[in-house]
């Protein structure tokens, strides 16, 4: 006698004397590449000239030593400044000042000890480019302008708060990357220069390239922008926030965003899926062919939850998010691949405009106050309502992902001037948005925005804020 069971895993058939005999049914996953498109992503990788290396240019003369900050340094100086009570997100474009007396006594040794360690590895470079080139090189001068004193040691207080620092500034060995595709040649060196005591820096590895700015481009590219549902104004808000961030092909892969790429700087984060991962799953769902000429014939993917997928060109195994990060920053014509995309896809830019509306255009972003002791829920347009108050919003989002002490703000702003509603904020828009600023200052003339008002409100212990005519305020403008 036998007996016969479907089951949701399988198939069983039992028979009287003989084991159960399990059929599973479930249907094999698909591999993300076949082994033939590995085999051909392999070979187009490794055509001669495909991908070069060599040292920057004059690096014959001038030696291929440069001092550059360590991404130990950068590390140590993040905990420092978060350490210190600087509250939040560290600004990328300026240190957090002093708090106290006693940070300032902090700070000074800080920038004591990063002077000497970028003179250091200044003499070191010098050194090392007379014994590389054979020549004998001009003397070099203090990056400070004055040659700096060896520090004492470190204060007992600062050691205890962050630990010993490692070495800020070394020498190294930038190289120049240069990318042949069939329509498009890409060069971007590694060991990314960037700001003193700057302290996002992460990959040695990484390359920066800052893509062509879309300021220049407003009227060209009104049509691209129109087509994803954003009107010139929002596209004028687009344009001033992605100054600080790049173009359509700009890519950054030396910072905590692990992988950046775009007009908003979309970045794959830590666990390699992130806002970038939205736009490539975006472009990958709305233009399939598209994504397959711009991405996976070259190695690129991205799976259904938006984690980017690399092919390690060197095994042929299928890196996943995090692992594909490392294979992207350390694989330098990964990089190129998405500037190529940038450059020459549109469908790429289709897919960055449509994610940068869903994800950080603020307007519609919902928050919950508490407004003279009644709690409320508004959205941002409610009180943010001029194209440089929403441009400082989204400067905020797109660099923090979040709005900062915005709820403390409206609160204290609030009672100070006796409002009670949202609504009622747009008043103080001005206010607001000077309080909210983040990298850049939107209300300056640079910028040819629409920009709120002071209407002269003076602060009203009763409540019903006045101008300073005693007439009730006019509506924001």
């Not at 479907?6 to 249907?27: D, E, F, M, Q, R």
């Not at 480019?129 to 090189?137: P, S």
């Not at 700096?148 to 190294?172: M, N, R």
């Amino acid at each position: 006698m036998s007996v016969v069971v479907l089951t949701k895993v399988g198939l069983i058939v039992s028979i009287a004397g003989i084991a159960a005999i399990t059929y599973n049914l479930t249907p094999k996953a698909e591999p993300i590449f076949t082994t033939e498109e590995i085999t051909s992503i392999k070979k187009f990788w490794s055509e001669p000239n495909r991908h070069v290396v060599s040292f920057l240019p004059n690096s014959d003369t001038s030696g291929p030593y440069q001092a550059r900050l360590t991404p130990e340094g950068s590390t140590w100086l993040l905990k420092y400044f978060k350490a210190k009570g600087s509250g939040g997100k560290i600004s990328p474009t300026q240190d957090p000042s002093p708090n106290s007396e006693r940070q300032k006594v902090w700070d000074a040794w800080i920038d004591s000890e990063y002077n000497w360690d970028e003179w250091q590895a200044t003499i070191r470079s010098w050194d090392l480019n007379q014994r590389a080139t054979g020549l004998r090189l001009t003397d070099p001068l203090p990056p400070t302008g004055t040659r700096p004193q060896q520090p004492t040691a470190i204060p007992a207080d600062l050691k205890q708060l962050a630990g010993e620092p490692p070495k800020f500034v070394e020498a190294v060995t930038p190289r120049l990357f240069k990318t042949t595709f069939p329509d498009f040649i890409h060069s971007a060196p590694d060991n990314t220069k960037v700001r003193r005591k700057f302290a996002y820096y992460r990959f040695r590895e990484g390359i920066m390239d800052v893509g062509t700015p879309i300021r220049p481009q407003l009227e060209k590219l009104a049509p691209l922008f129109e087509r994803a549902g954003v009107d010139e104004s929002k596209l004028r808000i687009f344009s001033a926030v992605s100054s600080l961030e790049g173009g359509f092909d700009s890519i950054n892969t030396y910072d905590t965003g692990y992988v950046s790429v775009g007009f908003i700087q979309f970045a794959s984060l830590s666990g390699g899926s992130g806002s970038l991962g939205q736009v490539m799953l975006d472009m990958k769902k709305e233009t399939p062919d598209d994504f397959e000429n711009n991405f996976r014939r070259f190695g690129l993917d991205v799976t259904n939850k938006g984690e980017l997928v690399a092919v390690k060109l060197d095994t042929g195994e299928i890196k996943i998010g995090a692992e594909a990060n490392a294979e992207i920053i350390n694989n330098r014509r990964y990089a190129s691949t998405f500037v190529r995309a940038g450059k020459l896809s549109e469908s790429f830019k289709l897919a960055q405009i449509r994610v940068a509306m869903d994800q950080y255009y603020p307007a519609e972003d919902s928050i919950t106050v508490t407004l003279n002791g009644v709690s409320q829920t508004g959205k941002i347009k409610d009180f943010i309502q001029t194209e440089a108050g929403l441009a400082t919003f989204m400067d905020r989002k797109v660099n923090t992902g979040k709005y900062g002490d915005l709820n403390n703000i409206l609160e204290n702003m609030a009672a100070d001037y006796g409002l009670t509603s949202l609504k009622e904020c747009a008043k103080l828009e001005y206010q607001i948005t000077r309080a909210m600023i983040w990298r850049k200052d939107y209300c300056s003339p640079d910028y040819a925005l629409t920009k709120p008002r002071d209407l002269g409100l003076t602060k009203s212990r009763g409540g019903g804020g006045r101008n300073n005519r005693g007439n009730p305020p006019p509506a924001a403008h």
